[in-house]
């Protein structure tokens, strides 16, 4: 059994002692500024061993977002659609198990892990990592990368909400306005916004075949026709035969806000995989496209998206 080497860990903590840090949003864990992106050392940690250690396999199916773009959502959708034929409906570890610790971040999970980073069975390794700071062999491997994000307006209101309830409890909490100022200043978990969907927008012009690249109102649209795109660009397409059975729609089904929400599970309990910080149903807020409207003022989404217009320019994004 090789562990990780106390040298790596020990130059791991020296990288991050180094770093500057911010804890506007008050939470558990402050934001450390590392290659241009804000990260709580939750995720640092393994985010810098992984870089050092972790080798891709073509085999390996990486399941990528910012948070609070629909992770939740797409850990299930894709851990459904490649276990469809492992279980009967009533042993589907969906219904027992929160997404979050069905297929963990795998920089969470990394120091404790390693070397056994990868679940038996099954190929998916989620990750909030952005696109340049993922270890370089899964750049340049052919495994694939399955990316969602979303509208930054409803991204900032589902984070406000989020963080709200995993701050500590003594200290204050922050105003609205206060948050909207660092989300725009790109000083929010996985921020800048812009910077995270331009790295994986940019790869999946250069690499289609390699990276998949979805918006969480599309697939809110049309969730059938997701789960088969999904499903093919991941290698795991729907035969006619399942087709015909209804497989898409109960995978649709089985993973939509209202069903996976109302489960015990995510109901209770807090998520094992982030040691119990926060509790399972904090993932399941609304999901709804378009919360916004009644959370932002108009000059503050009219600011948002001249950002979003500004960053994204010339890139032929549009969020
Ligand atoms: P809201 O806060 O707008 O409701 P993440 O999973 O990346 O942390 O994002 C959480 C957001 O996705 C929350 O948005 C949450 O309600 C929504 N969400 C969680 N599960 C979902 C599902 N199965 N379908 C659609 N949206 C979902």
Known sequence: EEAISPATMERMRKTISSL?????????FPFYFYEGFSISTLFLEGII????????????????????SGTTWIKALTFAIVTRTHFQNSTNPLLSKTPHDILPFYETIFSKRWPHIRQPGIPL????????LLPKSVQDSDCKIVYVCRDPKDVF???????????FKEHEPISLEEAFEMFCEGKSSFGPYWNHVLGYWKASLERPK?????KYEDMMTDTALYVKKIAEFVGYPFSLEEEEEGMVEKIVEMCSFEF????????EGAVESLSKLSQNNLYFRKGKVGDWKNYLTLEMADRLNKITEQKLSGS???L
């Open 260 to 267: 996976l929400s109302n489960l015990e599970v995510n109901r």
């Open 157 to 167: 209101v589902s984070l406000f909400h989020f963080f709200a309830k995993v701050r």
């Open 125 to 132: 390794i989620a990750t909030h990592t952005p696109y340049t």
């Open 210 to 214: 390699k990276v998949l690249f979805l």
């Open 20 to 28: 500057p840090n911010d804890n506007g949003w008050r939470l558990p």
């Open 316 to 318: 032929g994004l549009t």
């Open 49 to 68: 061993l992984a870089q050092e250690l972790f080798q891709a396999e073509p085999s390996d199916i990486f399941i990528c977002s910012p948070p609070k």
